[in-house]
């Protein structure tokens, strides 16, 4: 099992933003809580660390408690949005909650970084190269109910088209919903209808200006 975190170590995940997750420390501790799986180091400057999921859950713990096992999303230790339809999924409840506004918080920051104008009102490069993650926490973070066992919802699906994801919803109001949190969102939404079935499907892009 891994060994829990120094009292240094947890003093510096309790004092987390409680927001965006970012973490202030040496860089021996911020290393060492990167290789627990507890914080992850943003690739471009000015390097900040952040909590993933699994610090989050640890801060929220009692101090002497363990922190519970991770999500079935999350068994590898990154993040991933409901993309609808999935066998695996995570337990619904106020933990995927925080989780999912953790990580739109942190894509927003992302955004604020990396895009040259530091706009966050438009996607970023990590979100034209991961489409369908991106497009799903987009609607997930906005409370969108995604595809589960037995339930109807959305499903964001990878398209031939470059730049390009197909959200499929059976509600009429409701796909037209997720068109306009995505184009909230920064993404360029419209809808288009399958030639073999009729049914009704949005198309949509990662704006760029």
């Given at each position: 099992?891994?060994?829990?975190p120094t009292?240094?170590?947890?003093?510096?995940?309790?004092?987390?933003?409680p927001?965006?997750?970012?973490?202030?420390?040496?860089?021996?501790q911020?290393a060492a809580l990167v290789?627990r799986g507890?914080a992850?180091?943003?690739?471009?400057p000015p390097?900040?660390?952040?909590?993933?999921?699994a610090g989050?859950?640890l801060?929220?713990?009692e101090?002497?408690?363990?922190?519970?096992?991770?999500a079935?999303?999350?068994r590898?230790?990154?993040?991933?949005?409901?993309i609808?339809?999935e066998e695996?999924?995570p337990?619904p409840g106020?933990?995927?909650v925080?989780?999912?506004?953790s990580a739109w918080?942190?894509?927003?920051?992302l955004?604020?970084m990396t895009?040259p104008?530091?706009?966050?009102d438009?996607?970023c490069g990590?979100e034209?190269?991961?489409?369908?993650?991106?497009?799903?926490?987009?609607?997930?973070?906005?409370?969108?109910?995604?595809e589960g066992p037995g339930?109807p919802?959305?499903r964001?699906?990878?398209?031939?088209?470059p730049?390009?994801?197909?959200?499929?919803?059976?509600?009429t109001e409701?796909l037209r919903?997720?068109?306009?949190?995505?184009?909230?969102?920064?993404?360029?939404?419209g809808?288009?209808?399958e030639?073999?079935?009729?049914?009704?499907y949005?198309?949509?892009?990662?704006r760029?200006?």
């Open positions: 099992m891994t060994r829990p009292a240094a170590q947890r003093r510096v995940v309790d004092a987390a933003d927001v965006t997750g970012r973490l202030k420390g040496t860089e021996a911020l290789k507890l992850f180091r943003h690739p471009r390097h900040d660390h952040f909590l993933t999921p989050h859950r801060r929220e713990a101090p002497t408690a363990p922190p519970p096992p991770p079935p999303a999350e590898t230790g990154v993040f991933a949005a409901r609808g339809g695996d999924v337990e106020p933990a995927r925080r989780e999912v506004h918080q942190g894509l927003l920051e955004r604020r895009n104008d530091g706009a966050t438009r996607p990590w034209r190269t991961h489409l369908v993650q991106a497009a799903a926490l987009a609607l997930e973070a906005a409370g969108h109910r995604p339930s919802g959305y964001v699906r990878a398209t031939p088209q730049e390009a994801v197909a959200v499929h919803e059976p509600d409701a919903a997720c068109a306009a949190t995505l184009e909230g969102a920064g993404w360029q939404a809808e288009h209808t030639p073999r079935t009729r049914a009704r949005l198309l949509a892009s990662p760029r200006a």
